[in-house]
């Protein structure tokens, strides 16, 4: 099954790029079995070619492959800039402090984990230095210093 889904998948039109990743590699669309069996307009079309027009018309569509790459990747970069733009319009970076009280999540693969019915948050901890990029490292109320520093995502902000 596996060459036909990825027939299905070279074959599907991208939202991102406005183009089928097979038209970029092969620079025309793929005819699929059927078209052969039952011809579509574009494969009457080409059979009613000549040799000589149907090589000329390949040659131009090869031609223009590197065009169509191009605003590909234009699309494509377009399609990043707007998926940036919508992500940091839901979400908010979570600024810590040093010595704020935060929570730390337990997650199921780790060996605090108790089951879907125990506490999903651990802590108290401190926050006892705010790294670049969002990690923390933290303290337990004991003094202890965590091993590892922690995402910033992985922690909220506990209130008294």
Not at 87 to 95: E, G, T
Not at 125 to 147: C, H, Q
């Amino acid at each position: 099954m596996l060459p036909y889904a990825l027939l299905g998948y070279r074959t599907t039109f991208r939202t991102s790029i406005v183009a089928t990743p097979y038209l970029l590699v092969y620079g025309t669309e793929a005819v699929i079995h059927a078209e052969v069996k039952i011809p579509s307009l574009r494969i009457i079309q080409e059979v009613e070619l000549s040799d000589v027009d149907w090589d000329r018309k390949r040659i131009d569509q090869l031609t223009l492959i590197d065009e169509k790459r191009m605003v590909a990747v234009c699309h494509g970069q377009l399609y990043r800039q707007r998926m940036i733009r919508a992500f940091h319009k839901k979400v908010r970076a979570m600024i810590f402090e040093i010595s704020q009280l935060v929570l730390k999540r337990i997650f199921p693969h780790q060996d605090e984990y108790k089951g879907k019915f125990a506490p999903n948050w651990q802590g108290p901890y401190m926050v006892r230095k705010v790294l670049s990029g969002g990690a923390l490292v933290l303290l337990e109320m004991d003094g202890t210093e965590w091993p590892k520093p922690i995402n910033s995502d992985t922690v909220k902000r506990y209130y008294m």
